[in-house]
């Protein structure tokens, strides 16, 4: 019979041609295309999210200046930029992740996202370290936030008569552990995620190591947790004297 030995039917399309191909799309330009489009909508709605927060802290901190500053003052500019120094240089390991998936390069993807994932865990220490000077003065929300301007030192006061508020105190460390920590919380993401594509590559999953995109998706998220803290290092360490 003619149809003996006919091949057997294939079922859906035909994607032989691309191994990092899926069967739900077309071609690795639509593919590419739907990574694209849903990665920036999600990063879309995270500058909304933390649009909200930041304007939030703008409002507070214009009617409240000369309390926030004295506030800012117990926060340690030096580990906030050592931190910023960390995540700096975990953006260029990450660009250099995407480099190495785009030339095909395993080995050097796998170092690059291995340094990445450490900067994060260092940033996660230092702010564990800064997180527990705060709760050891008491200067978190709540009702355990300290009610003594002596607290802040000589900040606290004016020619001996104490002059900060505490309660607008209160509400900057309110923002701080809110926006500091939702950041954490991103930072802990990404190296879940980073984790995620580093045993990908250590198994020569086609989805990654023959198509970098996956890797740059992941570059973008990491390189938007580091933006965010950019904007929060400034306004939450780097306040200038209110006149």
Known sequence: MAGAHAEPLAHGHDHGHDEA??????????????????????LVTEVMFFGALFFTYTLYRLNYQYDFWVAHEHLDWKLGAFNTTVLLFSSFT??????????????HVMRYLEIT???????????????????????????SFSTDPKVFGEHGFVNGVPM?????????YGLYFG???????????????????????????????VDYVPTELVGL????????????????????TPH
């Open 117 to 143: 994932v450490a900067c994060a865990f260092i940033f996660l220490g230092v702010k564990y370290v800064e997180y527990s000077s705060k709760f050891a003065d008491h200067l978190y929300p709540g009702i």
């Open 221 to 240: 998220y990491w390189h938007f947790v580091d933006l965010v803290w950019i904007f929060l290092f400034p306004l939450m360490y780097l306040m200038p």
């Open 179 to 209: 926006m500091t920590g939702l950041h954490a919380v991103h930072i802990i993401v990404g190296i879940g995620v980073l984790t995620a594509l580093w045993r990908l590559w250590k198994n020569h999953a086609k989805s990654v190591t």
């Open 164 to 172: 900060v508020n505490m309660n607008h105190a209160q509400l900057f």
């Open 21 to 42: 191909l899926h069967h739900q799309f077309e071609d690795i330009g639509q593919q590419n295309e739907s990574y694209l489009v849903g990665m920036w909508t999600f």
């Open 94 to 107: 990450m660009v250099m992740a995407v480099q190495s998936a785009q030339l095909k390069k395993r080995s």
